[in-house]
């Protein structure tokens, strides 16, 4: 319990915190104000990496918790009305979620949200029925349209696509030192650091979880790309990608901040109508942000070469998507797996909320 917090609030925060967000660095801060006002805050120091370019990935992440949040609130008998960036000259107090009673039925998602969860495990290739591609489908609205692509030839294409981030985080001296150090090796040091992840969440066998460690030294991993093996572990898991059952694209209408939150929103609650359907989820989506890095800030860490192949893959799974002028901000795969070996820790909520 939180002084000064009551029981329904606390659960509420609760299910914001068990938002998804990349590296899983959680990059949220809520102020709870006169006991029924929420401000949702962005907290750009903790994700300054080249996947977050103008910490677009961060306001999705931030989408998410408050999708969780107006979820979690029906449970409560209460209903959140939010009002988005209400401090013109803050750009880092993304929301105000304002709470008050109503009488309605408890929101079918909001069992669901301790259960959604990133499974990166080896899929069931057995396709999505008709009755769940199209509840699928009818999560997406006007400002972030949701298309699943389940034909096996444009899924093994998009399987390579997704992979490419691997092949140029291991082979790029910043992304890999960004990468290792998010990686926790062990559930104490897991538990210590609370972001990043827990090496068991990669699902890798343990020959390959033992090699990892050797991987994360970048002088031998910088002698072990020039002879291809970021593009062997990149072939590795596209061909875990391709066991998907459908791949999920995520359509938005712009890239501004505002674009990212109402998105992260969507793609929050479809990954927990996916759960609810007793279907895995996995996001493939690093090369989309790295495309943003480079198309809005320059050269970046990046060579020639992987400025070149980041943009050619992007430019690939757009058209794969038919996103013609809409902006492709995120993918995932999406099947039938058992559940995952392990789940990533997280701040716990005296550390995330402050009381005003």
Known sequence: MIKGLSPALERILTAGNSAPSGENCQPWHFIVRQGTTVEV?????????????????SYLANGAAIENMTIAASKEGLMANVEYFPASRNKWHVANLAFESCQREPHPLAPWIKERVSNRKLYDVRPLSKAERNVLVAVGDERCAVVLVDDQVTLKRLARIGATNEEVMLGNRTLHNFFFTHVSWSKEEDNAKKVGFYIKTLELPPPAEKMFALLSYWPAMKILSKAGLNRVVAAQNASVN???????????????????????????????TATSLGLSCQPLTGMLFLALQISNDGMGPFTRREREMIAAQVQEASAIMDADDKHLGFIMRVGRAVPPTAKAGRFPLHEIVEIA
Do not use: C, K, N
């Open 41 to 57: 805050h962005l907290l750009p120091d903790r994700d300054q990496s080249a996947y977050s370019w103008g910490q677009r990935s």
């Open 242 to 272: 391709r066991t998907a059952a459908a791949m999920a694209g995520f359509l938005m209408t712009g890239t501004e901040p505002l674009d990212f939150v109402t998105a992260g929103r969507i793609i929050e609650r479809f990954w927990l």
